[in-house]
């Protein structure tokens, strides 16, 4: 059994956090996100190129996390068809992504993998007021 954390950043960006539920189910020790995963990608972190070709998508991924809790790899593992978006969210979970590392069973750090997604979407912005018909001017 898994539990789903989905974090809505500014943007319209969201990150969805695949954890396992309990330690029992899963047999391999695994990292926990240091803070809100939400976080790792800025506000206005939206790359203008995609943004500008209206680039939207879900980006799956598993991150390699290292014995000192940071991520030192990220592969793609479901596409939001827009190669800039899934460079993008690599890049930014590399640079940003820390953990606490499991620790085996002397207590010694461990590496480990993380799974996850990002949902790149853009805000769509407010409707524009309905046009009023001009008023007429009182004649004199």
Sequence with gaps: MRTIISTVLAGGLALAAVSPAAAQDDPLPR???I???????PAGGYPPAAAASQEEGRVGFTLTIDETGRV????VTATSESPLLDETTCNYLIANGRFTPPR????KPVMSQWSSSVTWKLET???APPATPPVPEAKK
């Design 104 to 107: 085996d069973k002397k207590n």
């Design 35 to 41: 803070g809100n995963p939400g976080a790792w990608i």
């Design 125 to 127: 912005p407010p409707p």
């Design 31 to 33: 990292a926990k996100p």
């Design 72 to 75: 030192s790899d990220c592969k």
